[in-house]
């Protein structure tokens, strides 16, 4: 008898996905149970181990600068500040990129989550009030492969404010999860937020700029790992833009060049030996750079 026990909660630890089971419509995740079996065809096989639970916490992050990031509804049970890490692939290899962003909790009942008849492979397909997203969770392969769905979870950055709408509307609140806590940034990374949210500021940019172009030669800050550590900047350069000109003989330009476009480079005036150098937008430290003129990042 203890035997049999045993067995039986082993087998409901560790599912198996029966063999030859294809799934082809839409399923509700409150209906999966512990396994959802996508495809069982042999050498083919893709499963979702699932966590049990009446509801998902999902994050969903928006970087600083889009309009999702200012995004707010009543049914939103956390926000905080984070640094968003982009894996990226060229010829060669991949590289990484940050973004200062912002994350949202949301929890959603899972009656109303439809799991998709989609292979994910560590971002798990589904849908949320007829809004697509991808859960991003491990995966491994085990049984062909398998991903874990777990009631703590994330999709992508950067779904636009409908879709966190559509999302928010579905959300309740008061639920077993709340409060959900979220944990601050530490000393470095948020000194690293602030200066990557500050980067994206075209109007700090654009400020800083403008007191050069007035003669007023701004303190430039530089990031760490440089040998200097700022300058005062004396000229701006600019990209090039066209400007349409009026109407007129069809043998005439219709346009000129202007280079009165985006802030490109920034020449600035270094004590010592250095004299006028160029520095690019993502070599100065625009946190302390704003700090160091009286601006706000």
Same mark, same amino acid.
């Given at each position: 008898?203890?035997?049999?026990?045993?067995?039986?909660? !082993?087998?409901?630890?560790?599912?198996?996905?029966?063999?030859?089971?294809?799934?082809?419509?839409?399923?509700?995740?409150?209906?999966?149970?512990?396994?959802?079996?996508?495809?069982?065809?042999?050498?083919?096989?893709?499963?979702?181990?699932?966590?049990?639970?009446?509801?998902?916490?999902?994050?969903?992050?928006?970087?600083?600068?889009?309009?999702?990031?200012?995004?707010?509804?009543?049914?939103?049970?956390?926000?905080?500040?984070?640094?968003? !890490?982009?894996?990226?692939?060229?010829?060669?290899?991949?590289?990484?990129?940050?973004?200062?962003?912002?994350?949202?909790?949301?929890?959603?009942?899972?009656?109303?989550?439809?799991?998709? $008849?989609?292979? &994910?492979?560590?971002?798990?397909?589904?849908?949320?009030?007829?809004?697509?997203?991808?859960?991003?969770?491990? &995966?491994?392969?085990?049984?062909?492969?398998?991903?874990?769905?777990?009631?703590?979870?994330?999709?992508?950055?950067?779904?636009?404010?409908?879709?966190?709408?559509?999302?928010?509307?579905?959300?309740?609140?008061?639920?077993?999860?709340?409060?959900?806590?979220?944990? $601050?940034?530490?000393?470095?990374?948020?000194?690293?937020?602030? #200066?990557?949210?500050?980067?994206?500021?075209?109007?700090?940019? !654009?400020?800083?700029?403008?007191?050069?172009?007035?003669?007023?030669?701004?303190?430039?800050?530089?990031?760490?790992?440089?040998?200097?550590?700022?300058?005062?900047?004396?000229?701006?350069?600019?990209?090039?833009?066209?400007?349409? %000109? $009026?109407?007129?003989?069809?043998?005439?330009?219709?346009?000129?060049?202007?280079?009165?476009?985006?802030?490109?480079?920034?020449?600035?005036?270094?004590?010592?030996?250095?004299?006028?150098?160029?520095?690019?937008?993502? #070599?100065?430290?625009?946190?302390?750079?704003?700090?160091?003129?009286? %601006?706000?990042?």
């Amino acid at each position: 008898m203890l035997s049999d026990i045993k067995r039986i909660v !082993e087998a409901d630890e560790n599912p198996v996905a029966p063999t030859g089971v294809k799934m082809t419509e839409p399923k509700l995740l409150s209906e999966c149970g512990t396994l959802l079996v996508v495809d069982g065809t042999p050498g083919e096989q893709y499963q979702v181990e699932i966590e049990p639970g009446d509801y998902l916490v999902i994050r969903a992050g928006a970087s600083v600068g889009k309009p999702s990031a200012r995004f707010g509804h009543p049914n939103v049970a956390a926000s905080g500040r984070s640094v968003h !890490e982009f894996r990226h692939y060229r010829q060669g290899g991949k590289f990484w990129t940050a973004r200062a962003g912002v994350d949202f909790y949301f929890v959603v009942p899972r009656t109303a989550i439809k799991m998709l $008849p989609e292979k &994910g492979h560590s971002y798990v397909p589904a849908e949320i009030n007829g809004v697509r997203v991808r859960f991003n969770v491990s &995966g491994g392969t085990a049984n062909g492969w398998t991903d874990w769905l777990h009631t703590c979870t994330e999709i992508s950055v950067n779904h636009p404010v409908r879709d966190l709408k559509k999302i928010a509307e579905v959300s309740v609140r008061n639920s077993p999860f709340e409060p959900v806590v979220v944990k $601050p940034l530490e000393e470095g990374e948020d000194r690293r937020w602030r #200066q990557i949210a500050a980067r994206l500021s075209s109007g700090l940019i !654009e400020k800083i700029a403008k007191m050069a172009e007035e003669g007023k030669s701004p303190v430039v800050k530089f990031l760490s790992g440089y040998k200097v550590s700022e300058g005062r900047l004396v000229e701006v350069e600019r990209r090039a833009k066209k400007i349409m %000109l $009026p109407h007129g003989d069809e043998c005439l330009k219709k346009w000129r060049v202007e280079y009165t476009g985006a802030v490109k480079h920034l020449i600035l005036n270094i004590e010592g030996e250095w004299g006028r150098v160029r520095a690019k937008m993502g #070599q100065v430290d625009w946190d302390a750079t704003a700090a160091a003129n009286g %601006l706000a990042a």
